[in-house]
């Protein structure tokens, strides 16, 4: 092209560029891929006028269609009209808009383990002193890795019942260096099968979703932080498989592990002037293990079981005999199962059918090997995303909402609205934008600040029932 004038070229270039970008803006496209959203491009967007956005549908649960009294209005939330006839709340009740613990009645005669009433009973008896502990394992993705809202919730209760540590804990996490509540570090050699990596069908997860095995070096190192009833250890109890000879040195200390069960335990009390607990692959068997708990001889203790990415459905590969012996090794009064956030990969996506169907076997599964225990579904946070030249809440989440409702009423469980205590619609963005800032500017997770305000929302709210159940004769 000897002789040719290139002068032109840098304009067909911007000329090409400029197109090939104003017909992808044309495509009405996103998709996710694991934690990040990725949006339409518009490139229109700060020239085009933003016109009001049109309601979506209004998802309520309002039978009567009247509002009741506070005071009727809170009877009707925990089942019960002021003539005593048991209802479900949804009778009287917007669940889209209530901001307290919706309790549902149970569906099988004769069941009398409906909402929150088993965790309430638990709760009186502990403070009472007719009974030692109460613990509560809370299910969740992201929202809550490195004991975001749980931490918080933690600290309200025991301040209230008593206790100190921070219950369960993993052998390793992704999160440990994120996590204020325990000083967490390992060694690189374990070996972690869990929900997203295809373990091998002989290998039983844990209740975690995780099952770690040693390698030749492998160890683990807890530290206490300095903050109220985290700043040392007490009792400390080790959660492992099936064990045959397989030793351990705990702060150089050796054991040997056995137990054929699928959940087994070693207790033992730390020294508290030695402050650091360090576990040490021993040799033997490499036996599968789970984690580590710390707690104290009474109180109440709120477990942190979160998985990065996950919807919930990933429960149903529990095996029953491992979450049946769980509970016998490590009794839970209450369940909470906290999801959505990834759920609600497509913002625009209305029907969670897909979503349900799954949910329903998992609750199934839980509700069948966990008989003395209480459901407590925690509605999905608010998600907005990028529409035109604003962020407004995603339409999906009152449909997911709605979904989460439907289950809590099918398995008699108790409900909490997460998206009507932020404020409901247009709230994740007032969170993002908002003087004091309460998530992060991916519109979907909080940031710490905000996770300790969902963390008291649900201590007031379940203190609510509490106080109430004190006051009936």
Known sequence: MSGENKSAYPFYIIVGSLMCLVIISQL??????????????????????????????????????????????????????????????????????????????????GDSNAGMDRFMEALRELKAGKRKKVRIAYFGDSMIEGDLITSDLRD???????????????????????????????????????????????????????????????????????????????????????AEATTININDRPYTLSGNAPVNKLDFRQDTSAGTITIKYGGGPAAPFYGVCFETDNGIYVDNFSFRGISGVELGRLSADMVR?????????????????????RPELTDYSWYERPMKKVMDSLRRDLPGTSFLIVGTADKSY??????????????????????????????????????????????????????????????????????????????NDFRQGEQQP
């Open 28 to 109: 009405n496209f996103s998709f996710s891929f694991k934690d990040f959203q990725f949006r339409r491009l518009d490139m229109l967007s700060e020239l085009r006028s933003s016109g009001p956005e049109k309601d979506s549908a209004t998802l309520t649960a309002a039978k009567g269609g009247g509002k009741r009294s506070h005071a009727d209005s809170t009877a009707a939330a925990a089942g019960k009209t002021p003539e005593g006839t048991v209802v479900n709340p949804d009778a009287v009740y917007d669940f889209m808009s209530y901001k307290g613990i919706l309790n549902y009645t149970a569906t099988t005669t």
């Open 156 to 242: 309200s209760l025991q301040t209230f019942f008593g206790g100190a540590g921070v219950g369960f804990v993993p052998i390793t996490s992704v999160v440990a260096s994120f996590r204020t509540t325990i000083t967490h570090t390992f060694s690189r050699d374990w070996k972690d099968y869990h929900y997203k990596n295809s373990p091998p069908s002989n290998i039983m997860l844990g209740l975690s979703g995780h099952t770690f095995y040693p390698g030749g070096g492998s160890w683990i190192k807890y530290t206490p932080v300095k903050k109220p009833r985290l700043d040392k250890f007490d009792e400390i109890s080790l959660l492992y498989g099936p």
């Open 325 to 345: 012996r769980m509970q016998e090794e490590r009794p839970y009064d209450l369940v909470v199962l906290h999801y959505g956030a990834n759920v609600l990969f």
């Open 386 to 463: 990028r529409k035109g030249d604003r962020y407004i809440t995603a339409p999906g989440v009152e449909a997911l909402l709605k979904v989460q409702h439907d289950l809590a009423t099918t398995y008699g469980t108790a409900y909490w609205n997460l998206y009507a205590n932020m404020g409901g619609s247009g709230s994740m963005v007032k969170w993002v934008e908002g003087d004091t800032v309460l998530a992060n500017k991916d519109y979907t997770h909080l940031n710490r600040q905000g996770a300790a305000k969902v963390g008291a929302l649900l201590y007031k709210a379940i203190m």
